[in-house]
């Protein structure tokens, strides 16, 4: 059995499961604003001078988190940064985030019960020639998973199982956002009943219809900048 290319496999597996976001970036203008919050609305907390080193955990709609002697220290417009640097700022320390080990911890016990099922399931006959060798479909399998079927197709199976995140809009002038949280934290100009962004309630679609006049559209963003004379704000608005 060849276990060194399973070692292998194993090895480029957990590194690329266990690799954190955490890069660093350089600043690309004369002076980069860091804001409390993703966008421009947001007050101006600090600032970077051209040529720091940045470090940046995670990016959304162009904005990215700036890590600040281990914690989030705001929001840098990514524009004005770049990417190719290596060099450490002493200066920034990134603090200590999760890493992906679940994940890894389930790759690992697939190659186990993998590992297994080929060595206990084996033919362990081939020392006595009297045994007879069973058949493969004869054994008892080691699990309830299917040894026989290939770790790419099993590593497919669980990241199906994953739960993946959609996007959300507001409704009101189609503003994009990976999270509740940041949408409704940003300001809103359509917005009749506020400053803040409204989430969009209806499912993510090819073709959104103005519940007022039914003007088409692409997208929310494309939609909502529509003017809509039925509508008493003037714009159209996506129906569910």
């Known amino acids: 059995m060849n276990y060194k290319g399973i070692i292998i496999a194993l090895t480029f597996l957990l590194t690329s499961f266990w690799a954190t976001g955490n890069e660093y970036y350089q600043v690309r203008a004369k002076v980069l604003n860091v804001r409390s919050g993703p966008g421009l609305t947001y007050p101006v907390v600090s600032k970077f001078s051209f040529g720091d080193s940045v ?10 988190q700036v890590i600040n002697n281990g914690k989030i220290g705001g929001y840098a417009y990514t524009k004005y940064l770049s990417k190719n640097f290596k060099a450490k700022s002493k ?22 019960i ?24 004869d054994r008892v399998p080691v699990s309830t998973i299917n040894i026989k079927t290939p770790i790419k197709q099993n590593m497919e199976t669980i990241r199906e199982s994953i739960p993946k995140h959609n996007n959300v809009y507001c409704k009101y002038c189609g503003q994009l956002s990976s999270t509740v949280q940041m949408l409704t934290g940003g300001n809103c100009r359509k917005n009749p009943d506020g400053q803040h962004h409204v989430v969009y309630e209806g499912s993510e679609k090819s073709q959104y219809i103005c519940k007022y006049c039914g003007h088409p559209a692409s997208s929310i963003q494309m939609l909502t900048g529509g003017h809509c004379l039925k ?9 569910l």
């Open 114 to 137: 993998y590992i297994l099922g080929k060595v206990f399931g084996g033919d362990s006959g081939k020392s006595s020639k009297n045994k007879t060798v069973p058949k493969v479909r």
């Open 231 to 239: 509508n008493q704000t003037g714009f159209c608005e996506p129906a």
């Open 91 to 112: 200066h920034i320390k990134a603090p200590k985030k999760e890493s992906n080990s679940w994940v890894g911890t389930i790759i690992v016990i697939i190659l186990i």
């Open 55 to 64: 470090l940046i955990d995670s990016i959304d709609s162009g904005w990215g």
